[in-house]
């Protein structure tokens, strides 16, 4: 097969020698330096395999000469953007609540890190879009409905602290009676006050219950939410008179809030999140539309 | 290796070294010409000055690509007017395409940056080593004082040109003066000197070494050009019905061509024209050049080697005059390139004196669709994106319509009018609120249209978006 290669007249190709049935190969030769860069990527493949990680072995691979790490890159981009925002930060923790809005620089910044820190602590329980769950007692933030008060010092309140944990003394604290469950009220009388906090925001209801659950309602309910409804921020009592309802504004609702007491808690940020970070989350959720 | 492998053919080659003989006529002299017009646009191009007002840079052309500019002259391309760069490209491939169906490999020949690199180090070659005849001794004699000498003065010469060449492009990407006195003082970007270094080297290794190789064997061009050319397309060709057979002047029965090897010698690309048109033919004209310089000596009408196209050589066969060249270039190939080309760039113009200076996005949120207020209202947001584009600070007052009837308000201010910095984008959420019991707060849909007026100016756009209701 292999014969003595075949030199063609000139202008023809020169032939390797093989042929099969006629069929001649050619010889087209590659250029010679085509083949050393060839052989140098083989060179450089295997120094990358010793410079950078890359044979795996038992527990982990080869770390490499180098001492690349993309884990270690991203822990000193983290120290590098930290870095980067001391100073902003800092400006954050010292600047008045009140005054972030009026500082471009510190608005724009509180906006975006406020928005990072709610999406990953805040977003579980008030949902991403800071909506809360209508009717089961995560509480809307974009509205105008505040339970313990909607400026920037409130919400930082409420924030750092927190709503009825046991965690933090300093948490804000306020127990609606169960005025069911430990029979401070029987059925009827509970239908009759139904009736009359149905009317305080205007649906519909039967007027003659209504007239004596207004009597109930002066006695049991008024201390906190106040003789025409409104609620009471120093104890979150919530407005009754509004159109917005914590856990659900229908009757049954209403009737299984008196019968069993609501009791909504909220952690105190102040052990999981950095002053700068309850701050900015601040601003954010001040700057949804409801802030005060 | 085995007997039996010593007989078989290389399957590589190694480069055959080329020495350009110095030639001398019209080509050439256009090449240079064009060479010097080229260099220099892409050497003083960075360092034109364009004033554009004090928080704008002041060169001509600068690719900003920290802060995602492009300024050309008087006109600047946000990222998001991308399609001006797309355009300008689809203009450039289909100019290619143009001139390669007109003309066959023009660009490879005279505008190539491999080409005209090349031109220049083949001169600076020739320049400290001699033409062909001295440069052929030299490369293959020993090693001595003298070659050492040569070769280090032209190697150290191709490398300040490198040097320059890549020295100039990173130019173009920030601010030249002061990154010039920074590459000096040594205090760079290090990006700026990686570049250059790179640069410099692979623009080292073209010129000098690989040169046609890299036609030969890197460049994708070649082999596609071959689609866009035909029989009407003007190439560089010998003609062989004149010339052969060939032979001594004054051989008995011999053509014109008295096989004098000009044409091979002073081709870059190391190639016998005569053998017909082959890949590795840039179509430079320095052949014609050479041959034309020969016939004049013996006499003998000019273009033996010539442009001509295909048809021609049919023509001139038959004893026929060949064609016009222009009848050879105007035909439907060429004139589809040139309506598709000026289509495109009569649609780049047009796109660029309507744009508006200001540019608005209206995003409406949708998560939650709408808020229910304490006194019933339903409240929809829209976050709107800003973006002035004008080189000072900008007031936008912003205005609602719609069939229904909704209330505009801003986040954290307290009128309908919000400043946008020069050169900056903002984001400014905007809330529509319709009362308890109104068309808007009860329907599904309603149809509004969010303006934003330019204060002081004309400038107005609008956008059209939905207002969500609450289904009861």
Not at chain 1, 208 to 216: C, H, L, P
Not at chain 2, 5 to 30: C, H, M, N, W
Not at chain 2, 344 to 361: Q, Y
Request: glycine share 8%; with cysteine; hydrophobic share 40%.
């Amino acid at each position: 097969m292999c014969a003595k290669p075949v030199k063609k007249e000139p202008r023809q190709v020169e032939t390797t020698g093989h042929q099969w049935d006629g069929i001649e190969e050619l010889n087209n030769p590659l250029p010679r330096w085509w083949v050393w860069v060839f052989y140098a990527t083989i060179v450089w493949g295997i120094g990358y395999t010793v410079a950078y990680p890359a044979w795996p072995l038992i527990t982990a691979a080869t770390p490499g000469l180098l001492g690349a790490s993309t884990r270690a890159d991203v822990a000193a981009e983290i120290a590098r953007v930290d870095a980067a925002n001391a100073e902003i930060k800092a400006k954050l923790v010292a600047a008045d609540l009140n005054a972030i809005e009026a500082d471009a620089d510190l608005a724009t910044y509180a906006e975006r890190a406020g928005s990072a820190v709610f999406r990953t602590n805040c977003t579980t329980c008030h949902g991403s879009g800071a909506a809360g769950f209508e009717g089961k007692g995560y509480p809307n933030l974009l509205d105008d409905d505040w339970l313990w008060g909607g400026t920037m010092e409130d919400i930082y309140l409420t924030i750092t602290n927190g709503i009825r944990n046991t965690t933090d003394p300093e948490a804000r604290y306020s127990e609606m009676p169960k005025f069911g469950v430990d029979e401070l009220l029987d059925e009827t009388q509970i239908g009759q006050v139904t009736e009359y906090v149905l009317g305080l925001s205007g649906q519909d209801n039967d007027a003659a219950m209504a007239t004596d659950g207004a009597v109930i309602f002066a006695e049991n309910c008024a201390a906190c939410h106040m003789a025409n409804g409104s609620g009471d921020r120093t104890q979150g009592a919530p407005a009754l008179n509004d159109a917005i309802w914590l856990y659900g504004g229908t009757r049954e609702a209403i009737t299984e809030t008196i019968y069993k007491a609501r009791f909504g808690v909220m952690p105190n940020w102040n052990a999981r999140l950095t002053e700068d970070e309850i701050r900015a989350v601040t601003f954010y959720v001040h700057s949804r539309g409801g802030g005060e | 290796m085995t007997q039996q492998d010593d007989d078989q053919p290389s399957l590589y080659a190694a480069r055959e070294p080329i020495f350009p003989r110095r030639v001398k006529g019209t080509f050439r002299t256009l090449k240079w010409w064009l060479l010097g017009l080229m260099l220099g646009i892409y050497y003083i191009t960075p360092w034109l000055r364009w004033d554009r007002g004090p928080s704008l840079p002041d060169q001509a052309v600068l690719l900003d690509l920290a802060n995602r500019r492009f300024f050309f002259f008087m006109i600047e391309i946000w990222p998001h007017e991308f399609y001006f760069v797309a355009g300008l490209l689809i203009m450039a491939g289909l100019g290619l395409f143009l001139f390669t169906s007109a003309a066959g490999r023009v660009w490879c020949g005279y505008a190539c940056p491999q080409t005209v690199w090349t031109d220049l180090f083949i001169l600076v070659e020739r320049w400290i080593e001699g033409d062909r005849n001295a440069r052929l001794r030299l490369h293959r004699q020993a090693w001595s004082a003298e070659k050492i000498r040569k070769r280090t003065i032209k190697w150290t010469v191709w490398f300040l040109i490198g040097l320059a060449t890549g020295g100039a492009w990173v130019f173009y990407f920030t601010d030249a003066p002061t990154l010039l006195r920074d590459l000096v003082t040594l205090q760079a970007h290090p990006a700026a000197y990686i570049t250059m270094l790179i640069l410099t080297l692979t623009t080292f290794a073209f010129g000098g070494f690989a040169r046609e190789q890299i036609c030969i064997y890197a460049c994708p061009w070649p082999r596609i050009q071959a689609a866009m050319m035909d029989e009407d397309t003007i190439t560089v060709g010998y003609r062989d019905w004149r010339g052969e057979p060939r032979g001594k002047l004054g051989t008995e029965g011999a053509g014109d061509c008295i096989d004098c090897m000009a044409c091979v010698n002073v081709c870059p690309m190391g190639i016998d024209i005569r053998n017909g048109q082959q890949l590795a033919c840039i179509t430079c004209g320095l052949c014609i050049d050479a041959c034309n310089d020969v016939m004049d000596k013996i006499g003998k009408p000019r273009d033996l080697i010539g442009y001509l196209a295909l048809t021609d050589e049919v023509r001139e066969r038959a004893g026929q005059p060949p064609k016009n060249v222009w009848a050879h270039v105007f035909r439907v190939r060429t004139v589809l390139y040139t309506v598709l080309w000026a289509g495109v760039g009569v649609g780049l113009v047009v796109a660029l004196f309507m744009r508006s200076p200001i540019d608005v996005n209206v995003t409406p949120v949708r998560n939650p669709t709408f808020v229910t207020l304490s006194d019933g209202s339903i409240r929809n947001a829209y976050d709107l994106r800003l973006r002035n584009m004008d080189g000072e600070d900008a007031r936008f007052t912003i205005a609602v319509t719609s069939d229904a009837i909704v209330v505009l308000s801003l986040e954290g201010a307290d009128g309908l009018t919000v400043t946008v910095p020069a050169n900056e984008t903002m984001s400014q959420r905007v809330y529509l609120t319709a009362a308890p019991g109104t068309r808007a707060a009860v329907e599904d849909r309603t149809d509004v249209r969010i303006w934003v007026e330019e204060q002081g100016t004309t400038n107005r756009v609008y956008h059209d978006t939905i207002f969500n209701g609450k289904e009861d």
